[in-house]
């Protein structure tokens, strides 16, 4: 009797492991430099990771600690929107600089002001539209 192997040749979807607590920390620190390279408020980043002005200060001062998935996807995006900026624009400073200008693919409004709405789907919004405009993957 002969031997057959068995191939899968369906296509697997691609499952991404969810980030660590430590690298999330990292991109929070990475967040925070973010943060002042776009000449941001406290204020505005609190709103940027759903989080109470008191808890990002303490943040800031102590580390985040344990943080949540939704956390963890507002810090993929918002790393995710700093790396499809720095590919599209050769020079930091017009990368940096893009984020609060207005741009007619969000009504005249800028980046900045669309993310501000506070919800995750906001960031995504503004990942999705710069990804296309690099070219995606």
């Known amino acids: ?3 057959f192997v068995t191939v899968n040749t369906r296509p697997r979807a691609f499952v991404q492991e969810p980030l660590s607590d430590d690298e999330a920390a990292a991109m929070f620190r990475a967040a ?6 776009w000449e941001i408020t406290d204020e505005q980043a609190s709103t940027l990771l759903d989080l109470t002005s008191r808890t990002y200060a303490r943040w800031k001062a102590r580390g985040p600690g344990r943080i949540e998935r939704d956390r963890k996807a507002r810090l993929s995006n918002l790393m995710g929107i700093h790396k499809a900026l ?11 600089a893009w984020i609060k200008s207005p741009n007619e693919a969000f009504g005249g409004r800028s980046a900045l002001e669309v993310m501000l709405g506070g919800e995750l789907t906001d960031l995504m919004r503004v990942r999705r539209y710069l990804d296309a405009e690099r070219g995606g993957w």
């Not at 925070?32 to 390279?37: E, K, S, Y």
């Not at 590919?87 to 990368?95: D, G, H, L, M, V």
């Open 1 to 3: 009797m002969p031997n």
């Open 32 to 37: 925070l430099a973010l943060f002042g390279r």
């Open 86 to 96: 720095r590919i599209i624009f050769r020079e930091p400073k017009r990368a940096y």
